[in-house]
């Protein structure tokens, strides 16, 4: 359906019915890389992540610029819109997939005789870009496990280890706030906040004159990625503080850079509610647990997420989950340790592998139970935990024995076909890769596809 001239509605009613029904109608992150104008002079690119644009008298205003890999199509579908200059481009935060297509903008306001590039961001961004050059390997390797459940230290022989994680001509900002920065351009306003949220550098926007929120990653319509085991401290509950705050400015259209653009006021306070509930729920039962002094293997045990609200469609746990939620609020406010005294200084895994392998008679004996763990068609949850633990003695124990590398993948296989985050799946699928390389010298399996698919 169209509605009025270049609108297009289709993104905003397939939103508003998920929204309203609670029924997930359609994948709502969609890497198509097409633009729909969603307002008078607003337009959205959805990619990995969005671009979205905003029409001024002065040009055009960006919000995030998509992945180096994306770059250059959201360049050409944002030129398929307009043929103004680039005015500004705004980072929601300093994640790769939103600053590394910066580099197809640089180019095309080049080629065109532009003037560069304003580039607004957080104070905290650039320290973040510094952090990921003096990581640059750690991060090649988390994410070839995240996305391709390939093992690190595969990354290691890989030519991509020499690449830069951050694209050496991304555009860095060129104006920096610390927690609020209102600027006019081309005839409108633009009220740009810090929050603190799945990052520490993350900006969320105030467009008056459209009654508009452009959000980063506080909202993507997915359990909100607040537990990356493989990541940097992140913050719920300053996270669900954040969306109160958007909600209070009674916008008519927010959109995210993941995910499906929200409109109508109530529908948008709405969800904002539901995700900073949750959000502060986590946090309150974690802390309330810990003020008893609980360890966090029995918070990880007690404290959960109602299913019903798992099963919205815009917080279901396919990229991140609940668990490793659980465990990053510990971090937060307590530390590192889990309080179990056997782990503030334990043995190395191999000793304890020894020890264990001796006591069961061999290591057969637990790669055997292993997988009769994982064979049972009545397999829990817990037993698929145990199983992986009773693998990883037999191949700590015994690391050259073909067998408990097959039984490894079996185990491993299982459990990453039980889980629901792309996160827990690409940890899981490494285990599956790493054996495989050991026992076949190559690895067949299939990388997690990035499309946050139920399916996968
Ligand atoms: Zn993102």
């Known amino acids: ?6 609108l297009n509605t289709d993104i905003l009613d397939l939103s508003s019915r998920m929204i309203d029904s609670g029924v997930l109608e359609d994948e709502p992150n969609r890497i198509t890389n097409e633009l729909s104008e969603i307002g008078d002079g607003v337009a959205l690119v959805e990619s990995f992540s969005h671009m979205v644009l905003v029409r001024t008298s002065d040009g055009l205003v960006a919000f995030d610029s998509s992945a180096a890999m994306t770059g250059n199509r959201v360049v050409r579908a944002m030129r398929s819109w307009s043929g103004e200059p680039v005015n500004t481009l705004v980072y929601t935060h300093g994640h790769v997939d939103h600053i590394g297509g910066s580099r197809s903008l640089r180019a095309d306001a080049a080629e065109r005789g532009d003037a560069p590039i304003r580039v607004v961001a957080q104070e905290n961004l650039a320290v973040r870009v510094a952090r990921y050059q003096r990581t640059n390997g750690y991060n090649q390797a988390i994410n070839l496990r995240q996305f391709g459940g390939l093992p690190p230290s595969l990354a290691r022989d890989d030519s991509r280890m020499a690449n830069s994680f951050v694209p050496a001509d991304t555009l860095l900002p060129t104006v920096e706030y610390r927690q609020e920065l209102t600027e006019q351009i081309g005839g409108l306003t633009f009220e740009h906040h810090h929050a603190l949220g799945e990052t520490d550098d993350h900006t969320w926007t105030w467009i008056p004159k459209h009654r508009m929120i452009t959000a980063g990653d506080h909202l993507t319509w997915v359990f909100p990625n607040c537990g990356n085991p493989q990541k940097v401290q992140r913050y719920p509950l300053e996270w669900a503080q954040s969306l109160r705050a958007m909600a209070a400015k009674e916008a008519e259209l927010l959109v995210p850079a993941h995910g499906l653009p929200i409109v109508g006021r109530e529908r948008i306070a709405g969800v904002l509610d539901v995700v900073a509930q949750v959000l502060e729920q986590l946090v309150d039962d974690v802390l309330a647990a810990m003020n008893t002094g609980a360890t966090l293997d029995d918070i990880v045990g007690s404290v959960t997420v109602a299913p019903e609200a798992l099963a919205l469609p815009f917080l279901r746990p396919i990229y991140d989950e609940p668990e490793f939620v659980i465990n990053n609020i510990w971090r937060l406010y307590g530390g590192w ?16 592998a020894a020890e264990v392998v001796s006591l069961a008679g061999g290591a057969d004996t637990l790669a055997d139970r292993a997988l009769a763990l994982v064979e049972s068609d009545t397999a829990t949850d817990q037993d698929l935990r145990v199983a992986c633990q009773l693998v990883e003695y037999a191949v700590a124990a015994d690391p050259d024995s073909m067998r408990n590398h097959e039984v490894r993948m079996a185990v491993y296989t299982r459990r990453r076909k039980a889980e629901r985050s792309l996160m827990a799946k690409g940890v899981f699928g490494a285990a599956v890769a790493e054996s495989e390389i050991a026992v076949r010298g190559e690895a067949t399996l299939k990388p997690t596809r990035i499309t946050l698919s139920p399916e996968d």
Not at 337 to 352: H, I, Q, Y
């Open 337 to 352: 340790w889990d309080g179990n005294p056997e782990t503030l200084k334990p043995a190395t895994r191999s000793a304890v």
């Open 1 to 6: 359906m169209t509605s009025g001239p270049g």
